[in-house]
């Protein structure tokens, strides 16, 4: 079945200490993304990358970091996570180099608590 | 820079009734359109893409249209059910072939029996 894989899907934690949410689609797509969901602001994107080793910011890419060593997989890295980055989060694919013509593929969704 | 609005932000309808979502966006200059459901606390499912060339796209009892010109977008769902009860978000996609997904807030249906 094809499929985007977030973990973990819940998760609290405490200011400061350091939290990696893994994201992996099996649809062998080349563009992976990150968004961020909030109440009153809808969905904004944080990092996304259109292949291997090649990522890049979105619109709210402040206090995250993202890595792409293989194609499946897009982890989303908050080294010091502050309680601004409490959230929503969803990780997206779709297929290879025409994401303009492409469905956007999405995760369950992690919800992140940063206290 | 890009805004996308949704309006309304809620909407009740009874059972059986055909509804209009609708979508509009400040710079006509996208590259596609994008409808999206969402149940609680789930993910986003995609629902129709309508490329910039095109005027509208059809899935099932669903019909999107898309105006680039004057910025709006349709979401016309027939025959409602129960099972339509989500949030519909719109989103289109911007500076270039590998651009960002801007998103709507959305619109929260609810369809009572």
């Known amino acids: 079945e094809a499929q985007v894989t977030q973990n973990p899907r819940y998760l609290i934690t405490v200011t400061g200490k350091k939290l990696t949410v893994t994201c992996s689609q099996n649809?062998?797509?080349?563009?992976m993304s990150w968004y961020r969901q909030d109440p009153g602001l809808g969905l904004r994107q944080i990092y996304y990358?259109?292949?291997?080793?090649?990522?890049d910011k979105g619109d709210v890419p402040e206090g995250y970091k993202v890595s792409r060593k293989e194609k499946r997989n897009f982890p989303l890295i908050l080294e010091s996570p502050s309680p601004n980055q409490t959230s929503l989060y969803f990780c997206?694919?779709?297929?290879?180099?025409?994401?303009?013509?492409?469905?956007?593929?999405f995760g369950p969704g992690t919800r992140l608590t940063v206290l | 820079k890009q805004e996308v609005t949704q309006i309304p932000a809620a909407l009740s309808v009874p059972e059986g009734e055909n509804l209009v979502l609708n979508c509009s966006f400040t710079?006509?200059?996208?590259?596609?359109l994008q409808w999206f459901r969402q149940d609680p606390g789930k993910g986003l499912t995609s629902l129709l893409l309508?490329?910039?060339?095109?005027r509208e796209q059809t899935s099932g009892r669903l019909n999107a249209s898309l105006d680039k010109s004057s910025g709006r977008s349709t979401l016309y769902i027939a025959a409602s059910q129960p099972g339509d009860s989500a949030t519909y978000l719109c989103?289109?996609?911007?500076?270039?072939?590998?651009?960002?997904?801007?998103f709507g807030k959305g619109t929260k249906l609810s369809v009572k029996p």
């Open positions: 997206a694919s779709s297929s290879e180099d025409r994401p303009s013509q492409s469905t956007q593929y």
């Open positions: 649809m062998n797509h080349e563009y």
């Open positions: 990358s259109m292949n291997v080793e090649v990522t």
């Open positions: 710079d006509s200059a996208i590259y596609n």
């Open positions: 309508i490329q910039s060339s095109q």
């Open positions: 989103a289109v996609r911007v500076g270039g072939s590998q651009g960002n997904l801007i």
